[in-house]
């Protein structure tokens, strides 16, 4: 079965900026969309973004439009989350999540392919 595997968490500022990636470890896995969520201590998770991968079209939470942009490689089968002027508020793990087939509402639909997670810290 295919692994997501998540990188680029870290600690930060506020206000600073970082870029999570997931990449499929089959580079053939063909995706119908994919999506960021998060998830904080004592919180449940909780959708960040999501992206169809054609034709790109994009959707966010509110707590993160405008500062956050979800992008796709399809050379790499990659999916990115580029997180900028971070807040405290947005400390959680991050995982990506993806879904082969089709669904109206990706905020709310089921994903069967999940990444293990990357630690996002955003200090004050």
């Known amino acids: 079965q295919v692994q997501l595997v998540e990188s680029g968490g870290g600690l930060v500022q506020t206000g600073g900026s970082l870029r999570l990636s997931c990449a499929a470890s089959?580079?053939?896995?063909?995706?119908?969309?994919a999506a960021w969520f998060r998830q904080a201590p004592g919180k449940e998770r909780e959708f960040v973004a999501a992206?169809?991968?054609?034709?790109?079209?994009?959707y966010y939470s509110d707590s993160v439009r405008g500062r956050f942009t979800i992008s796709r490689d399809n050379a790499d089968n990659t999916v990115y989350l580029q997180m900028n002027a971070l807040k405290p508020e947005d400390t959680a793990v991050y995982y990506c999540?993806?879904?082969?087939?089709?669904?109206?509402?990706?905020?709310?639909?089921?994903?069967?392919?999940w990444g293990q997670g990357t630690q996002v810290t955003v200090s004050s």
């Open positions: 999540a993806r879904r082969t087939d089709w669904a109206s509402d990706l905020m709310q639909a089921q994903y069967k392919y």
């Open positions: 089959d580079r053939t896995f063909s995706s119908y969309a």
């Open positions: 992206i169809r991968w054609s034709p790109g079209s994009q």
